[in-house]
């Protein structure tokens, strides 16, 4: 599965700055994905690592995601 790389806000107890990964194209053009970048409607506590980035397709199901998988965002119209 394709990747892009991104930056996203890393957070934790004494940790400050941003993280660099290649992150799955599919995340990114999921309309449940949060604005954290590292959490969604299926993982509220997190995306597992082999769907992050991009090692599996998160079209099919996965253990733990509720049922809720891949949807793609909605294009709007510049008409």
């Not at 107890?13 to 941003?18: N, S």
């Not at 506590?45 to 090692?55: A, K, M, N, R, S």
Request: glycine share 12%.
């Amino acid at each position: 599965m394709k990747t892009k790389q991104v930056t996203i806000p890393a957070y934790g107890p004494g940790i400050t700055g941003d993280a660099v990964i290649d992150m799955s194209v599919q995340c990114l053009g999921c309309k449940n994905l949060n604005d954290n970048m590292t959490t969604c409607k299926a993982f509220p506590d997190g995306i597992p690592v082999e769907i992050l980035t991009g090692g599996f397709d998160h079209s099919e199901a996965f253990a733990g995601d509720n049922g809720i998988r891949f949807e793609a965002l909605k294009r709007q119209s510049n008409v």
